[in-house]
């Protein structure tokens, strides 16, 4: 766990200028800085920079976050990723708070044993003709053999003695280059085949694919788990086609590294493979950061099939409203490399965007396993589905999907819905109950935006003070948390704990408002007059109930309070006038 305390002092060391600008070139407009947004297409520069509040906004598709935050949205790190990079960058250690899973500090040295290993197989690529003609007869240009780093290991038991300095060195049987035998023998993992360099999103060189060359098995060899390498957090190829990704707004999954070359040869440079495993849920929400579509391109095979069915199982509690996931089956005698090598970039650009949306797939797959004729068939469906269709929690996704469900089953929703013991998705909210003490909307509004410029603020909030609706509760949110530590808070610390809670979104108003106000504004005295209002209305609103009940109506304590509630309103419109 990365203690919170680091996380803002990170926040307060950068500055978001610097970090977005290694990614997207920004121009200054005014107190803020402007570009194209990074995360949707668009011709007129929408996306906006606050140096003065260290946050970003995009007024066109809603984008926004601190400099953590885009660095996981730009490259699809993980949190913890994105933490370590900006730390590195600042000459900044992250430290570690106490916790029960384990932790593996990758040394340095490692990354660098990895580097050397690339650079010694491409070497041996070079010399060896008979790789050479392998990679051209499967279509490859020296220049994308050379985008992804694919080299050759010989065909010999201890290549990589001649790479490194010290081939006793542990850290070899560390990162999985060599295998540690019986009575000390040690050998080469990889032997007199085509190698293929497994990226982070970080440009570093965490593990190897290696695939024969001519007949033998496993085809396909990967590097084993280790400190620097979880299969099933990385996808290969995924550094080198982040941009094409950003700029499609879509990428493929593919099973092989074959595939992902091939197709980036013929044009297609938006796709990744898995690495010897199923698609995960980490890889799902690492795509999503990234764009809008995903398609799971597999071989129409049985396994390919099997690895479709779990791929869609692992994406649906990620899926989001607005975001596309499809399956694109091939014919069984082809894969994506095999297809677009035969047909061209058109036609797998054509098949693409006639993939079969995964709610297609979805219910076809729980149809096809029934007879819904008969009744025991739509009771089936219904079995089946429950646990598919309730792991949903995009909203809409999920009505329409229990709605196509019931349908077919000969149910209504409600009834669905009963049986499953599930709330309806469409159910309206209750509204919360009424408060004594209520801002006006627009007031609220106004309150929540000082706030974001000026956390600190939320201090001077009455203790017993409380209000209504979503801005309110993302008030007394930030009231909350600030009471819980005594540190001074940042816009972009702000910004970072509440992202991904429920209150993200009153925020992030508050963050676009903010964007269009001049360098001049007073948050602050914005925030006190607001807050005298507040009193003033509350004053008001209590003499009025009391005036109501008519001075022979009122008990001599109630005259007394209606006495001190009009000093206190005559004080507060002293210090207004």
């Not at 668009?42 to 809603?62: L, M």
């Not at 926004?64 to 994105?82: K, S, Y």
């Not at 023998?185 to 293929?196: G, L, Q, T």
């Not at 929703?413 to 049986?419: K, N, R, T």
Request: include cysteine; proline fraction near 5%; charge should be negative.
């Amino acid at each position: 766990m990365i203690p919170k305390s680091f996380i803002q002092d990170l926040l307060n060391r950068l500055d978001i200028v610097d970090v977005i600008e290694r990614y997207v070139p920004l121009k200054k407009a005014g107190a803020n800085y402007v570009a194209c947004c990074p995360f949707h297409t668009e011709k007129s520069p929408s996306f906006t920079v606050s140096q003065s509040k260290q946050f970003y906004h995009c007024f066109g598709c809603g984008a926004h976050g601190t400099a953590i935050g885009f660095v996981m949205e730009h490259t699809g790190m993980g949190f913890v990723e994105a933490v370590e990079d900006l730390a590195k960058s600042a000459g900044m250690t992250v430290p570690r708070e106490a916790s029960n899973i384990p932790q593996h500090k990758v040394a340095p040295d490692l990354y660098d044993l990895m580097q050397t290993a690339t650079r010694y197989y491409r070497e041996q690529l070079k010399i060896t003709p008979r790789a050479i003609d392998y990679l051209k007869r499967r279509g490859l240009s020296g220049e994308v053999a050379a985008r992804f780093g694919i080299g050759y290991a010989p065909d010999d038991w201890q290549n990589l003695k001649a790479a490194v300095p010290d081939y006793q060195d542990a850290s070899l049987v560390e990162t999985g280059l060599v295998i540690a035998g019986e009575e000390g023998k040690r050998y080469d993992r990889f032997r007199d085949r085509i190698m293929f360099p497994i990226v982070n999103v970080r440009g570093q060189v965490i593990g190897f694919g290696g695939r024969v060359l001519d007949k033998g098995e496993p085809k396909y060899l990967n590097s084993p788990e280790t400190t620097l390498f979880e299969k099933g957090h990385e996808l290969y190829g995924l550094f080198q086609a982040q941009k094409a990704i950003r700029a499609q707004q879509r990428v493929i999954v593919v099973e092989g590294y074959m595939d992902v070359v091939a197709l980036a040869q013929h044009g297609v440079e938006y796709a990744v493979a898995t690495l010897g495993t199923a698609t995960t849920p980490f890889h799902v929400q690492k795509l999503l950061r990234l764009c809008d579509q995903i398609v799971f391109c597999f071989d129409g095979d049985k396994p390919g099939q099997k690895a479709a069915w779990r791929a869609l199982e692992n994406a649906l509690p990620h899926l989001q409203d607005g975001k596309r996931l499809g399956f694109l089956f091939l014919p069984e005698e082809h894969d994506p490399d095999t297809y677009i090598r035969e047909y061209g970039h058109d036609a797998f650009e054509h098949e693409l965007d006639n993939s079969l949306p995964l709610s297609g797939y979805l219910l076809r797959q729980l149809v096809a396993e029934v007879d819904l004729k008969t009744q025991e068939g739509k009771s089936t469906l219904l079995k089946n589905a429950q646990l598919l269709i309730t792991a949903i929690t995009a909203p809409t996704t999920a009505l329409l999907l229990r709605k196509e469900v019931a349908a077919l089953a000969g149910v209504t929703q409600a009834e669905l819905e009963a049986l499953w013991s599930v709330k309806p998705v469409a159910a309206p909210q209750r509204p919360a109950p009424q408060r004594a003490k209520r801002a006006a909307p627009s007031g609220l509004r106004t309150l929540l935006r000082c706030l974001v410029m000026n956390p600190e603020l939320a201090r001077e909030l009455p203790t017993d003070w409380s209000a209504e609706g979503n801005e309110a509760a993302a008030i007394a949110a930030l009231a909350d948390w600030l009471r819980e530590g005594a540190d001074e808070v940042s816009t972009a610390a702000l910004i970072q704990h509440f992202q991904g809670t429920v209150h993200e979104a009153a925020f992030a108003v508050a963050q676009g408002e903010i964007m269009h106000l001049g360098a001049d504004y007073d948050a602050a005295a914005d925030f006190a007059g607001l807050l005298r209002k507040m009193q003033r209305d509350a004053i008001e609103s209590e003499m009025s109930a009391l005036l109501a009940k008519g001075l022979g109506g009122m008990s001599q304590a109630e005259r007394e309070r209606h006495e001190q509630l009009k000093q206190a309103l005559q004080q507060l419109k002293s210090q207004t006038d």
